[in-house]
């Protein structure tokens, strides 16, 4: 189970950190990422980061400005936004598999979290 908190309103140019807690699985096995999903759009990856986290990968919206981590003791994966935009407001998920083309391609991960949602005001 993965279950996201962090999220709310809040102005543009404003930080957020979203946290993302599992349990009932080797947690550190697993490659970690983040998603979100905006009114009207197709889901979208964000971010990424192996099960040892000596390896992350972002898409180019948001790279310099969110930081992806993982505190494997604490079964936790961090998304921390900062420079925040309107368009970074979106439904935002975290997500576990073992492949890391599976999460980065977005292509089936095994488990899923209900979602938090980031509203970025203008």
């Known amino acids: 189970q993965l279950v996201e908190s962090g999220g709310g309103l809040v102005q543009a140019g404003g930080s957020l950190r979203l946290s993302c807690a599992a349990s009932?699985?080797?947690?550190?096995?697993?490659?970690l990422g983040w998603f979100r999903r905006a009114p009207g759009k197709d889901r979208e990856f964000i971010a990424a980061i192996t099960g040892s986290g000596d390896r992350t990968n972002y898409v180019d919206s948001v790279k310099g400005r969110f930081t992806i981590a993982r505190d494997n003791n604490k079964k936790t994966v961090y998304l921390q936004m900062n420079s925040l935009k309107p368009e970074d407001t979106a439904i935002y998920y975290c997500?576990?598999?073992?492949?890391?083309?599976?999460?980065?391609?977005?292509?089936?991960?095994?488990?899923w979290g209900q979602g938090t949602q980031v509203t970025v005001s203008s």
């Open positions: 009932g699985r080797p947690f550190s096995s697993y490659v």
């Open positions: 997500a576990a598999d073992s492949n890391w083309r599976t999460v980065l391609l977005d292509t089936g991960c095994d488990y």
